[in-house]
């Protein structure tokens, strides 16, 4: 199916021939923006308040390094075991931009081993970013080193106690993930439809949407509901930069809008995935013929959808094609401004 046409970004300017202040105007090196006020914006530096999710092993130099070249904000993540890993990564990321960048902390692969956390900590707080995010635990295990650091902090949350939990931390910002997002999720899961809202009532922090987000009319659905930025994960998984396998990329495409399930994978805690046979099998409580021992290198880099499960939030099913990371992000924003157009005329005519 093919994706609705994307106006350029002469269709931004104002019927009259001016600029019109709320619409995004140019400047050297970006297109597009007009997010200056934005608070998301001003704590990450970011050009668009468009982040990139620190999916595992996904969110390396070449997907960060393009999504932050492209005015939106990378997310390396750091939940490998090794940190000479994450340091090549974060040196190849800054030999492609100057752009900012952020860094995650997965506070529960982090917590296991006490001189591994110790040593992550000291390298990614000695002044080489300026926002982080934190996800998978309490963030008061690192919040008041962060921001002694003078590091803007965000945490990832998928209900509202965890939102109200992460405010009393003294966390800086949150990114709220609803149900439909990929990852790992509680057995009760609650959609972003409803959660933005939910957190938006009670939580007055700037707050980024994840979960169910592609384009430019996700991301103003986002903003109505409360938000001041969004995060796209299997969006980016679909990109030309993203270092997965091209199978992966398109079992993505090739979803349709129901085409992912939830499967439990520990006690207490489910994750979402592509509807493939092997999913179905499991769910329906079938041992599949032949599973992978290894999901990084079968399914990531050999493209094995046949026996391992690839993550993928039911976005997947707005995903059409294979695109590089900047046309998403300049989509996106063009997209987004549309919509926010669309919606104001509705007051215009009203008038009339």
């Given at each position: 199916?093919?994706?609705a046409?994307?106006?350029?970004s002469?269709?931004l300017?104002?019927?009259?021939g001016?600029?019109?202040?709320r619409?995004?105007r140019?400047?050297q090196?970006h297109?597009?923006?007009?997010f200056e006020?934005n608070?998301?914006?001003r704590?990450?530096?970011?050009?668009?308040?468009?982040?990139?999710a620190p999916m595992?092993?996904?969110a390396?130099?070449?997907?960060?390094g393009?999504v932050s070249?492209?005015?939106?904000l990378?997310?390396?993540?750091?939940s490998?075991?090794d940190?000479?890993t994450?340091?090549?990564?974060?040196d190849?990321?800054?030999?492609?931009?100057?752009?900012?960048f952020g860094i995650?902390?997965?506070?529960?692969f982090?917590?296991?081993?006490?001189?591994?956390?110790r040593?992550v900590l000291?390298?990614?707080?000695?002044g080489r970013?300026?926002?982080?995010?934190t996800?998978?635990?309490?963030?008061?295990?690192?919040?008041?080193?962060?921001?002694?650091a003078g590091?803007?902090v965000y945490?990832?949350?998928?209900?509202l106690?965890?939102?109200l939990?992460?405010?009393d931390?003294?966390?800086?910002?949150?990114?709220?993930?609803?149900?439909?997002?990929a990852?790992i999720?509680?057995?009760?899961p609650?959609?972003?439809?409803?959660l933005?809202?939910?957190v938006?009532?009670r939580?007055?922090l700037?707050m980024?949407?994840a979960?169910?987000?592609v384009?430019?009319?996700?991301?103003?659905?986002?903003f109505?509901?409360?938000?001041?930025?969004?995060?796209?994960?299997?969006r980016?998984?679909?990109s030309?930069?993203?270092r997965?396998?091209e199978?992966?990329?398109?079992a993505?495409?090739a979803?349709?809008?129901?085409?992912t399930v939830?499967?439990?994978l520990?006690?207490?805690?489910?994750?979402?995935?592509l509807?493939t046979e092997?999913?179905l099998?499991?769910?329906?409580?079938?041992?599949?013929?032949?599973?992978?021992?290894n999901?990084?290198?079968?399914?990531?880099i050999?493209?094995?959808?046949d026996i391992?499960?690839?993550?993928?939030?039911?976005?997947?099913?707005?995903?059409?094609?294979v695109?590089?990371?900047?046309?998403i992000?300049?989509d996106?924003?063009?997209?987004?401004w549309r919509?926010?157009?669309?919606?104001?005329?509705?007051?215009?005519?009203?008038r009339v």
């Amino acid at each position: 199916m093919p994706m609705a046409a994307n106006q350029g970004s002469s269709g931004l300017a104002s019927r009259s021939g001016c600029q019109d202040k709320r619409r995004p105007r140019r400047v050297q090196g970006h297109k597009l923006i007009g997010f200056e006020n934005n608070p998301v914006v001003r704590h990450t530096g970011a050009t668009y308040p468009i982040l990139q999710a620190p999916m595992s092993w996904i969110a390396r130099s070449s997907l960060v390094g393009a999504v932050s070249a492209a005015g939106g904000l990378g997310i390396l993540e750091t939940s490998g075991r090794d940190l000479e890993t994450v340091k090549r990564e974060y040196d190849a990321i800054r030999a492609m931009t100057d752009r900012p960048f952020g860094i995650n902390l997965a506070i529960k692969f982090l917590k296991g081993d006490e001189a591994r956390e110790r040593a992550v900590l000291d390298w990614v707080l000695d002044g080489r970013v300026k926002f982080v995010t934190t996800s998978a635990g309490d963030p008061r295990r690192y919040v008041e080193r962060i921001k002694g650091a003078g590091v803007t902090v965000y945490h990832a949350v998928p209900t509202l106690e965890g939102a109200l939990k992460a405010e009393d931390a003294g966390v800086d910002g949150l990114v709220v993930e609803g149900g439909e997002s990929a990852g790992i999720r509680g057995s009760e899961p609650v959609h972003a439809m409803v959660l933005l809202q939910a957190v938006r009532e009670r939580v007055g922090l700037p707050m980024i949407a994840a979960g169910g987000v592609v384009d430019g009319r996700g991301m103003a659905a986002a903003f109505a509901l409360g938000a001041e930025g969004v995060a796209m994960g299997t969006r980016f998984v679909a990109s030309a930069e993203s270092r997965v396998h091209e199978n992966y990329k398109a079992a993505i495409v090739a979803a349709s809008p129901s085409g992912t399930v939830q499967l439990p994978l520990v006690r207490g805690a489910m994750g979402r995935v592509l509807k493939t046979e092997m999913a179905l099998r499991m769910m329906a409580g079938e041992d599949p013929p032949e599973r992978s021992r290894n999901g990084v290198a079968d399914l990531y880099i050999g493209g094995r959808t046949d026996i391992a499960m690839g993550s993928a939030g039911e976005s997947a099913g707005l995903i059409h094609e294979v695109k590089p990371v900047a046309a998403i992000i300049e989509d996106a924003v063009s997209g987004f401004w549309r919509e926010i157009d669309r919606l104001a005329a509705l007051r215009d005519s009203a008038r009339v």
